[in-house]
Structures are given as C-alpha cells and as structure tokens.
C-alpha cells in the first residue's frame, strides 16, 4: 500500500471511530424523601463522585415533601425510586395494590432520632416524661412509631404531642408550649454544643425497634420489570455511595456546605448514625412491620408471607 493510501486508511478509519454510535447512559429519575438528614446525602456523593456515572447511569435526583408525597411520585411513575421513605408506608401502599416494591433498606432502628428538653427542665430521662408531653412529628410517622415503642420500653404513659418537625418541635419546647422536643441527628446539635437544649435520650431505647428496618429505597414495580439491570447497578452504585460518604471528611464537608450546618456538628455522623445501620443490607423485621401495620390500622389484614417475599426485590434481584 502506498504511503497516500495508508494515510487515507488511517483517516477513515479515525471517522469511523467518531461515528460509531454511543451508548447513552440509563436515566434513572429519583426522589429524596426529605432534605438535610444524614442518610439523605448519599445520592448525592453517587451524583457528585461520578459513582452513577461509572455505573452508566444518568440519575437526577428531586426532592419530595416527605414519605407520603415521595412514595406518591414513584407509585404514580411520574419518578422511578424513592429514598429513604418510611417502610410502613410501603407495606401499606402494597397492601392496596400499588405498584411498588423494596429494594433495599436504608436504616435500621430509630437511632438517629432523639428527645431534649431545656437545661433547666427537671426532666433528666424518658422515666421523666411519665405523664409530661412527648414531641413526635405527626401521626404514623416514624417518631411517632418510635416514642409509643419507647413509652413501652421506659413503662411510662406519657402525652403524646403532635410537633411537626425539627424546627417546629424547637420552636414549641422553646415557648414552653410542650415538656419536650424530637430531633435528628445532626440537626439542631448547634443547641447543644451551646447548651441551649440537653438530651434525655435517644430512638436507641425503643428496643423493640433495634435492628429493624424502618426507612427503605423503593421502586416502581413496572419500571423495575422493564430496567431490571438497571436497578441493580443502581443499588450497586447506592451501596459505593454510602461507603465512601461514611468514609470520606471531604463529603463531609460537602454535606456541611450544602445545607449550611457547621462542620462540628455534622464531624460526628458516623458516630450518630453508624454505617452498621445504614447498610442497604438486610432488609430486616418485615414480619415486625407486618404486625405493627396491622396494629395501627396500615393494613386490614396481615400480609401472607408470599406478599412479604414478593414485595421485597434485594438489590434489584427478583425476590
């Protein structure tokens, strides 16, 4: 071959290359529960760290105004995966025929919740709160599942009070409308280190709770059918996700930043919230959740354990 031809060949060669086409990453649409809470920033070390990328996957991630909203935008399809929606509102969404199913868990346990009262309140512990107001957020929710089960643990009758959030529960304890306040890790730990509030202890002690799943990543079941593959390099790259945000100061940092919290505050989250917890494995205590669905009227019936199998897809894998 002449030298003219050759380079011809090399120059068609180079085009063609360019040309061929390209394989498009996968769009995954998913919705974060809520805002500021630790475990809600992993999607966004996926997002940030390229760990979604490196999976060829194309994730936008939005924002729902809590469990019920969020578990709505993936049962309607207008979104494909929630995280870090409350388990009981799966199990009763599925109970009802709704096309979702579990993917994997994102805590297990209440450990990251917990009660304060003002410095000088004479409440020291939960023992204290016999009879006095307890702050939950709202019915069904999360704290309040946790305060009745730690009322149970401590043996107390407390009054349970409807608070709303975080800062609606500050708010109240501070006018000394309620006996006490609910809040999550990190959030208000600024109080503390001022000591402006004081801890009278945490989700921890709703003992019967302890290892159970409580908040999961979950998908729309038809989307999941049809993206199979794509879910499970989704739940892989969550689980990369969560390893390197527990790992990692500079997410930390990252987290601070984003929210506008101090970085003393948030320093400490793997210690406030341990990995242990928030591993996307195992999926646990669903018979548990089964019952306390029942016994808060989530459900009309038990689910059978062929349900309590068919609604769990570990991973994405097929139950």
């Avoid at 360019?18 to 805002?35: C, G, I």
């Avoid at 909203?69 to 025929?97: E, F, H, P, R």
């Avoid at 204290?128 to 307890?134: A, F, H, I, T, Y």
Wanted: aromatic residues 6%.
């Amino acid at each position: 071959m002449s030298k003219t031809l050759k380079t011809i060949a090399i120059a068609a060669a180079g085009v063609a290359v360019l040309s061929a086409p390209s394989f498009a990453a996968d769009k995954v649409r998913l919705v974060n529960s809520t805002k500021v809470v630790f475990e809600t920033e992993h999607p966004y070390t996926g997002l940030e760290e390229g760990i979604f990328k490196k999976h060829n996957l194309d994730v936008s991630v939005i924002h729902g105004s809590g469990g019920a909203a969020s578990l709505q935008a993936v049962i309607t399809g207008s979104q494909d995966v929630v995280w870090g929606n409350g388990v009981l509102g799966v199990v009763s969404a599925y109970a009802k025929g709704a096309p979702v199913r579990i993917l994997g868990s994102n805590i297990r346990g209440v450990q990251d919740l917990y009660w304060y009262v003002k410095p000088e309140s004479p409440i020291k512990s939960f023992k204290d709160l016999n009879g006095k107001q307890m702050a939950y957020s709202r019915p069904g929710s999360t704290t309040d599942l946790a305060a009745r089960f730690i009322a149970e643990a401590q043996n107390i009758k407390p009054k349970f009070v409807s608070v709303g959030g975080p800062s609606g529960s500050r708010t109240q304890l501070m006018s000394g409308q309620v006996d006490s306040g609910w809040s999550v890790y990190p959030l208000n730990k600024n109080l503390l280190r001022e000591g402006k509030i004081r801890i009278i202890g945490t989700g921890k002690e709703a003992s019967g709770l302890n290892g159970v799943t409580i908040r999961v990543i979950a998908a729309n079941v038809n989307w999941l059918n049809k993206n199979r593959d794509v879910a499970k390099r989704l739940m892989t790259a969550f689980k990369e996700s969560v390893d390197m945000t527990y790992s990692n100061t500079k997410r930390l940092e990252t987290y601070a930043k984003r929210w506008k919290l101090n970085f003393e505050d948030v320093k400490d989250a793997a210690k406030d919230t341990p990995q242990s917890i928030a591993t996307i494995l195992p999926i646990a205590g669903l018979d548990k959740i089964n019952e306390i669905a029942l016994a808060n009227k989530k459900i009309k019936k038990l689910l059978t354990a062929a349900q309590l199998k068919e609604l769990v897809h570990p991973m994405g894998n097929k139950p």
